[in-house]
C-alpha cells in the first residue's frame, strides 16, 4: 500500500518570504501522480500543484513550486513570497496510474503567515 | 452545476441515529470520491464510485456505513446509528476518469456531530 508522510505538523513563515513543506511517499508503482492540495477555514480543499512522475521537470505555478526526487520519494512545496492569504493546511498526496486509483492523503502541515 | 456540491454542510445528531450525507458531483465527472477528514488528520478514503458503481469500498469503517450512486450522479453516504467517532467532516469529490486527467474537484463538506 501506498503512504505518504508529512513530517512537519506546522510550519511559520513571515511574508514575502519563502517556505519549504517536506513530503516523503512510499510506493512500488513506477508511473503515479503527485499533489499538494491546500485547505483553508472553509474546508475547500483547493488544488495547488501536480506533478507526474514520468516527467523529470520539476511542477511551477507562479509563486509555488515542486522539488520532486523520484528516487528519494520526496516531493516538497516551496511557496515563495508568501502571502497571508497562503495561511492554510496543505496537504500532499499520491495517485498511482493503474487502472483507477484513489488519492492518498498525507496528514498534512498547518501554514501560518504573519505580517 | 460548477463545482461539488455537499449538503447538509453541518449536521449535528443524537447518538443512535441514522443520517444521510449528500454530493452532487460536477456534471460529466463519472468518478466520484468519498473521504472522511478527523480532528487534526489526514484524509481517510472511503469509498470510490465509477459511474453507479462502487469498484473499492474498502475504506468504508463498518457496516453502519453504505453509500449510492443513482443515474451516474447524486451520491449519498448514509451512516446508520451514529456513533461519537462518527464526528468528522465528510468530503466528497468528482473527477474526470481519463489517465492523465484524474485531478479531483472537492465540495466544502459536511461537518458531522454526534452528541
Known amino acids: 500500500a501506498q503512504t505518504v508522510t508529512q513530517s512537519q505538523p506546522e510550519m511559520s513563515v513571515q511574508e514575502a518570504e519563502t517556505v519549504t513543506l517536506s513530503c516523503t511517499y512510499d510506493?512500488?508503482?513506477?508511473?503515479?501522480?503527485l499533489f499538494w492540495y491546500k485547505q483553508p477555514p472553509s474546508r475547500q480543499m483547493i488544488l495547488v500543484i501536480r506533478?507526474?512522475?514520468?516527467?523529470?521537470q520539476n511542477a511551477t505555478e507562479n509563486r509555488f513550486s515542486v522539488n520532486f526526487q523520484k528516487a528519494a520519494k520526496s516531493f516538497s512545496l516551496k511557496i515563495s513570497d508568501s502571502q497571508l492569504g497562503d495561511a492554510a493546511m496543505y496537504f500532499c498526496?499520491?495517485?498511482?496510474?493503474?487502472?483507477?486509483?484513489?488519492?492518498?492523503f498525507g496528514k498534512g502541515t498547518m501554514l501560518l503567515v504573519s505580517p | 452545476g460548477a463545482g461539488v456540491s455537499q449538503s447538509p454542510s453541518n449536521k449535528v445528531t443524537e447518538k443512535g441515529k441514522d443520517v444521510e450525507l449528500r454530493c452532487d458531483p460536477i456534471?460529466?465527472?463519472?468518478?466520484l470520491y468519498w473521504y472522511r477528514q478527523s480532528l487534526g488528520q489526514g484524509l481517510e478514503f472511503l469509498i470510490y464510485?465509477?459511474?453507479?458503481?462502487?469498484?473499492?469500498k474498502s475504506g468504508l469503517p463498518s457496516d453502519r456505513f453504505s453509500a449510492e450512486r443513482t443515474g451516474g450522479s447524486v451520491s449519498t453516504l448514509t451512516i446508520q446509528r451514529t456513533q461519537q467517532e462518527d464526528s468528522a467532516v465528510y468530503l466528497c469529490?468528482?473527477?474526470?476518469?481519463?489517465?492523465?486527467?484524474?485531478?479531483?474537484?472537492f465540495g466544502a463538506g459536511s461537518r458531522l456531530t454526534v452528541l
Open positions: 506533478q507526474e512522475a514520468y516527467k523529470q
Open positions: 498526496a499520491y495517485m498511482g496510474n493503474s487502472g483507477y486509483s484513489t488519492l492518498t
Open positions: 469529490a468528482s473527477s474526470l476518469q481519463v489517465p492523465g486527467a484524474n485531478v479531483l474537484t
Open positions: 464510485f465509477q459511474g453507479n458503481s462502487a469498484p473499492d
Open positions: 510506493t512500488s508503482e513506477s508511473d503515479y501522480y
Open positions: 456534471s460529466g465527472h463519472t468518478a
